[in-house]
């Protein structure tokens, strides 16, 4: 389940152009957000208020964007089983963002105040289970094979969750446990949104397949994203303190790969192993920006990137393909960029090729 921060313009920095600019899909966009309010309003003015106050806050849509643009790219105004289907993802999203504001005691989310800081975390974590109830519902009113498959997409987001709660703190988390984590937490739920929309639309199977593969590399390139982001933004930039997981033991790939530095790996490993105070936090970050680990994320984001293009790259409609390969680009050509201005502003360096020099000094 993500960590984006509330406040954080660095959202700007999901460039969903691409989606927006295919035949069709604003509109039917729109036509979503009234489905989505309606699909939680049960009547109960409390509970209408709390289940709809992040939907009312607004948000990129990505995930029911993802699921309307497999199913509606060639044109076509969006089917109710697809506005549907978008709606079904884009609950499980909302409800882990009440949950993950609840396990890390957030204040703020979308620019507002947080469920459980406006009404406490058990509000909080029942209002995000009515959410997923709500979800499951809508699945199983689109057939018994996208209610499996959303079913098993929650287990894969508890499972993801439970991997990273497990691997607080400790220093020998490994890459491998890492890309498990973010497979599950992260892309499950991009690769059922792409899925969900190719079963809607009924596509050949071979692109439903194709659809699932892009939505699962973009997923893994989401991730990356925030995590080097956590590293190398500001606080403006991210709506809370660089470096919040490395202070509270979510080590993720920079930090790894700059733990296995000889360098700053050294100087590094002392200071973690245990929550951080504000000062200790800014040094361990400034420690893994100027470590090899930045552009070994970027990198590693590239080539799921790039594997994401590939997937779909055989699809009927050339127009779709086009489109996401671009957004999956986009996201990583977004983080390259950021990490250079960072350099440029002084608080951390990208260096021309992956060298094991890496980020310079900050």
């Known amino acids: 389940?993500?960590?984006?921060?509330?406040?954080?313009?660095?959202?700007?920095?999901?460039?969903?152009?691409?989606?927006?600019?295919?035949?069709?899909?604003?509109?039917?966009?729109?036509?979503?957000?009234?489905?989505?309010?309606?699909?939680?309003?049960?009547?109960?003015?409390?509970?209408?208020?709390?289940?709809?106050?992040?939907?009312?806050?607004?948000?990129?849509?990505?995930?029911?964007?993802?699921?309307?643009?497999?199913?509606?790219?060639?044109?076509?105004?969006?089917?109710?089983?697809?506005?549907?289907?978008?709606?079904?993802?884009?609950?499980?999203?909302?409800?882990?963002?009440?949950?993950?504001?609840?396990?890390?005691?957030?204040?703020?989310?979308?620019?507002?105040?947080?469920?459980?800081?406006?009404?406490?975390?058990?509000?909080?974590?029942?209002?995000?289970?009515?959410?997923?109830?709500?979800?499951?519902?809508?699945?199983?009113?689109?057939?018994?094979?996208?209610?499996?498959?959303?079913?098993?997409?929650?287990?894969?987001?508890?499972?993801?969750?439970?991997?990273?709660?497990?691997?607080?703190?400790?220093?020998?988390?490994?890459?491998a446990d890492y890309l498990a984590t973010i497979a599950g937490k992260t892309a499950a739920l991009m690769a059922t949104s792409c899925r969900i929309g190719a079963l809607t639309a009924g596509l050949p199977r071979s692109e439903v397949e194709a659809l699932t593969t892009f939505g699962h590399r973009f997923g893994m390139v989401f991730q990356i994203r925030d995590d080097v982001l956590d590293v190398v933004g500001t606080e403006v930039e991210l709506g809370k303190p660089a470096g919040q997981d490395l202070a509270e033991g979510i080590y993720t790939l920079p930090v790894l790969v700059a733990l296995a530095d000889p360098v700053h790996g050294a100087a590094l490993r002392p200071l973690l192993g245990r929550p951080l105070q504000t000062f200790e936090r800014e040094e361990a970050r400034v420690l893994v920006a100027g470590a090899p680990g930045i552009v070994a994320a970027v990198d590693l984001g590239r080539r799921f990137a790039d594997e994401a293009a590939d997937a779909v790259a055989s699809l009927a409609d050339h127009n779709l393909a086009s489109a996401l390969a671009d957004l999956s680009h986009s996201m990583v050509d977004a983080i390259d960029e950021l990490v250079g201005q960072a350099r440029a502003d002084g608080r951390s360096g990208r260096q021309t090729s992956a060298s094991t020099d890496g980020i310079a000094s900050v």
């Open 1 to 175: 389940m993500g960590r984006p921060a509330a406040t954080s313009p660095i959202v700007l920095i999901v460039n969903v152009a691409p989606l927006i600019a295919l035949p069709a899909m604003e509109d039917n966009l729109k036509r979503l957000e009234p489905v989505l309010r309606e699909s939680v309003c049960c009547g109960d003015a409390f509970l209408d208020e709390v289940v709809c106050h992040l939907i009312d806050a607004g948000g990129k849509r990505v995930r029911p964007g993802l699921a309307l643009a497999a199913a509606t790219a060639g044109g076509r105004e969006a089917s109710d089983d697809d506005l549907l289907g978008g709606v079904s993802v884009e609950l499980v999203h909302l409800a882990s963002l009440y949950h993950d504001d609840v396990m890390d005691e957030a204040t703020m989310r979308r620019n507002v105040p947080s469920v459980n800081a406006r009404w406490g975390n058990l509000v909080a974590i029942v209002a995000g289970d009515f959410l997923l109830a709500r979800s499951a519902e809508i699945a199983a009113s689109l057939g018994s094979e996208i209610a499996g498959l959303l079913a098993h997409t929650l287990g894969e987001l508890c499972r993801g969750q439970v991997a990273e709660v497990q691997a607080a703190y400790r220093l020998e988390r490994t890459e």
